[in-house]
């Protein structure tokens, strides 16, 4: 017996005898997958078991059934076993009928008389590659004649990219050191070419039909789910599974998984990953429910961070200037004090919100309540001041972990997460030893948690809070309570938190991605930045710059890009700092590219120099990328490469509607990248005319190639580009704020004349450029005459300095 779901997109049909199942998508530029299989292996008195199949029952409900967050959904539940242990297993498959999508969930009831230990609930197996058992019919997926895969990493440090076929996964070569941190010990890592792993959620897909899949999970509230692909030119295999952790199942109890999903992708879509992150969002109810009505039309700016009043924080952190190369951290409470005056007195030109104290102030990581010598007087009175100083007081603190040798691992042994050995867990090697973990499963480590965030947020006065290291919550061990898995102790150990700083603004970081939806505010997408464009690690020279974890502008930049689609849907994406001053080891080209970058995937704007000794050209930089634009970009070329070249933004406001476009050279050597409209998806038929941000270059273009100067290594071509009609007046760009046009506050183009209202946080100065018909005859700003030269065809420039806000009257 076989039988169908269908909707719009796909037709999904379950296969009885044999147990398995096919995808067949209507575009079929959309890989399909025929002989899925699925499993569940679980421990029982101490011997492995592996489910597979067992007299499978199917009840269909194609019914349309009401309310789900994803709209209406049509069902069919797969019942399995019992097996001869007593297992059952049920598979609940869901398609809602207006989205391409498809949903299932397991479900795991233990009838036996034992509990049982689970180890994987494999929700799809599916390729060429199953050669495991005999498979009747074989599995296959795609055709995917040009196959790759985009490989999202477990937590916020961890590498996100796209590989193809002859290419190895990016995997540490440090591993004793890096492991600990950046990995999910359920993923395997690995080294052969051609094979791949994710975390969460994975692309596979075509770079010739430029369709994919989203396979991956909508939520990671119980379980951290897995992927690996092989890929071979028309032979690819993907597995996905969620890990049991080997958690306990007593007799009599049914544990549920997250719902897994596989969701078409178009490579070229303006938001290919739109409905998998937006799912995943809803699921988590940061975004309504879709309806018949919003089903139609998705409202795309509907969601918790996109609402119109959502601020995208800015701000100073302590971390970047006082920090050694040892990662340990230099801070003085005079540093804190000169840094508030400095930004103080850059008031109100520099509008930064937030003033944020990372690591340096305690006595010892996991020792919130002592201080550093540093620090005679703790934090409380810090907050104070940044407070009347009229900023947000921020606070770093790493609730999870613990440093060796800290008063709280000496006094609670009982709270430590230990392993098989009942040694404490290896937390990393971390402030020159091994850190540890607290088992959150006990009461007495979660309470620590709670009075730690409570009294920073409600005693000591701090509102934002950059909680770090939380992958420590989710390390392998044998928690005291053994029912939960690694995902339900980090999620529990974020939900009191979250119930600790309720009205704080939470910053996660070091952190698995999943679990954390939904309970903070923002989140670190990437590895920490630091002064150098590649990772350094205690001398190793050009053997740590295949680490795309550790500390560097250029690991940092990676993952902003890669997982720029997440911002603003999950939370606020945080890139890490822009620093400024490039010292000893960057170059002024970095930087720049550093804050376009930033600047153009839109998540917070944090500063990390020393403010009290920043010369005026660099402090222009952190000028003109605030406000941040705070939106999500185009990652043109993404699913092509793994150093994305192109980026494009598409802005409008009242002086009408036009591109930001980057081009990046990663090269180590200066480059001449081709430009032309096409590459960026521009009108071919349409004249632009553009202005490079950083040079003040300008280009007209009108659909041919153009050929411009060489970029120069690790460094942008930051152009805004307008559409320009003939006889028509047009904002054409200014060195006032990266967008090149945001800082227009009004313009109204009448006969012969243009009034236009500028806008800037404090004493603006500077130079804008308008295309005018005709030169001007009159000019003015503020009612003064306003001096303008001929730039270029048609082209003219004015300089402009004012205080704020200032109206400009133009007649020709
Ligand atoms: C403070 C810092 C900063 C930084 C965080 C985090 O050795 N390590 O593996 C390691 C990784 C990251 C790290 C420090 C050490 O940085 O991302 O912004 O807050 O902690 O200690």
Same mark, same amino acid.
């Given at each position: 017996?076989?039988?169908?779901? !269908? &909707? ?35 421990? @029982? ?11 499978? %029952? ?9 309310? #789900? ?21 049920? %598979? ?18 233990? +009838?036996?008389?034992? /509990? ?86 994975? %692309?596979?897909?075509?770079? +010739? ?35 049991? *952790? $080997? ?9 549920? #998984? ?166 404490? =867990? ?23 948690? +709670? ?25 392998? $061990? ?17 939900? %009191? ?44 020279? #050009?053997? =740590?710059?295949? +680490? ?9 930049? &990676? ?15 945080? /890139? ?60 043109? *070329? ?8 192109? @980026? ?47 040079? $003040? ?15 120069? /290594?690790? $460094? ?11 006889? =028509? ?13 945001? !800082?227009?506050?009004?313009? !109204? ?50 300089? =402009? ?12």
């Amino acid at each position: 017996m076989d039988a169908i779901l !269908e &909707n719009s997109w796909l037709q999904f049909s379950i296969h009885l005898d044999n147990l398995y199942w096919s995808l067949n998508w209507r575009n079929d530029r959309i890989p399909g997958l025929r002989g899925v299989r699925m499993g569940v292996d679980y421990r @029982l008195d101490g011997r492995k078991w592996n489910i597979r199949a067992g007299s499978p %029952v199917l009840d269909l409900n194609t019914a349309t059934l009401p309310a #789900s967050p994803h709209g209406p959904l049509k069902q069919a539940r797969l019942s399995l076993g019992p097996d001869a242990n007593g297992i059952r297993w049920a %598979v609940t498959f869901s398609l809602p009928t207006n989205l391409p999508m498809l949903l299932w969930q397991f479900t795991l009831e233990n +009838e036996a008389q034992s /509990p049982i230990y689970v180890d994987r609930l494999s929700v799809l197996e599916a390729g060429a590659g199953l050669k495991d058992s005999h498979l009747d019919p074989p599995s296959a997926i795609g055709p995917l004649s040009s196959p790759a895969f985009f490989s999202n990493g477990w937590q916020s440090w961890s590498y996100a990219g796209v590989y193809g076929p002859g290419e190895r996964f990016m995997s540490t070569r440090l591993p004793f050191f890096r492991s600990p941190t950046d990995v999910n010990a359920g993923t395997p890592q690995p080294k052969e070419r051609g094979r791949f792993s994710s975390d969460f959620f994975a %692309v596979l897909g075509d770079r +010739e039909s430029r369709g994919a899949l989203v396979a991956g999970f909508l939520s990671q509230r119980q379980h951290f789910g897995s992927l690996e692909a092989v890929l071979n030119p028309n032979d690819a295999t993907l597995r996905m599974w969620a890990n049991g *952790d $080997g958690a306990r199942l007593d007799p009599g109890e049914k544990l549920e #998984s997250d719902s897994a999903c596989l969701c078409s992708l178009e490579v070229d879509s303006p938001d290919p990953f739109g409905y998998f992150v937006e799912a995943v969002a809803r699921e988590h109810g940061l975004m309504p429910p879709l309806t018949e009505l919003t089903a139609q039309a998705p409202a795309r700016s509907q969601g918790r961070f996109s609402e119109p009043g959502f601020e995208i924080p800015t701000g100073w952190c302590s971390w970047y200037q006082y920090s050694s190369e040892d990662y340990t951290g230099e801070l003085s409470e005079r540093d804190v004090l000169k840094n508030l005056a400095a930004l103080r007195a850059l008031q109100p030109g520099l509008p930064l919100r937030t003033f944020q104290i990372d690591d340096g102030f305690e006595a010892k990581v996991g020792d919130w309540f002592a201080f550093h010598p540093a620090f005679p007087r703790g934090v409380a009175p810090l907050a104070e001041e940044i407070q009347a100083s009229g900023f947000t007081p921020g606070l770093w603190l790493a609730p999870f972990i613990l440093q060796a040798g800290s008063q709280t691992a000496r006094q609670h042994p009982d709270w430590l997460l230990r392993g098989r050995l009942g040694r404490p =867990v290896n937390a990393g090697f971390l402030w020159n030893n091994f850190a540890t973990a607290l088992d959150l499963t006990h009461p007495g480590a979660l309470e620590y948690v +709670e009075k730690t965030v409570h009294t920073a947020v409600h005693d000591w006065g701090y509102r934002y809070l950059k909680l770090d290291f939380l992958y420590a919550a989710a390390l392998p $061990g044998r928690p005291r309570d053994p029912r939960l898995t690694r995902a339900q102790i980090l999620r529990r150990g974020l939900e %009191v938190i979250r119930a600790a700083g309720e009205e704080a603004f939470l910053l996660g970081c070091g952190c698995p991605l999943g679990p954390a939806i939904g309970l903070v505010e923002a989140m670190r997408i990437g590895a920490d930045t630091s002064r150098r464009w590649f990772p350094y690690f205690r001398g190793l020279g #050009s053997y =740590v710059h295949q +680490e795309w974890s550790l500390p560097s502008v250029r690991n940092a930049l &990676n993952n902003a890009i890669y997982r720029a689609p997440l911002h603003r849907r999950w939370w606020i994406n945080d /890139p890490d700092c822009l620093l400024l001053n490039p010292g000893e080891h960057l170059s002024l080209e970095e930087v720049r590219l550093s804050a376009s970058l930033i600047a153009m995937t839109g998540g917070s704007l944090f500063l990390s120099d020393d403010l009290s000794a920043l010369p005026p050209s660099l402090l222009q930089i952190a000028e003109v990328v605030t406000p941040p634009i705070g939106l999500r970009p185009q990652i043109l *070329d993404w699913f092509d490469t793994n150093q994305p070249q192109h @980026l494009r933004l598409d802005l409008e406001n009242a002086s009408g509607s036009w591109h930001l476009l980057a081009q990046i050279n990663w090269a180590d050597v200066p480059q001449e990248l081709p430009f032309c409209q096409q590459i960026f998806g521009l009108e071919a038929g349409q004249r632009y005319q553009a202005r490079e941000f950083w040079s $003040g270059s300008d280009y007209s273009l009108d659909g041919e190639r153009v050929s411009l100067p060489p970029i120069p /290594p690790h $460094g942008v071509r930051l152009l805004s580009a307008r559409p320009i009609q003939p006889g =028509v007046p047009a904002y054409l760009g200014s060195n006032l704020h990266i967008s090149q046009g945001l !800082e227009v506050a009004g313009w !109204e183009a009448g006969d012969r004349r243009l009034t236009l209202a500028l806008q800037r946080p404090g004493q603006a100065r500077g130079e804008i450029f308008l295309r005018l018909p005709e030169a001007p005859r009159v000019a003015t700003i503020a009612g003064r005459e306003l001096d303008w030269q001929a730039a270029g065809k048609e082209s003219y420039r004015f300089r =402009v300095e004012f205080e704020r806000e200032a109206e400009i009257q133009i007649e020709w």
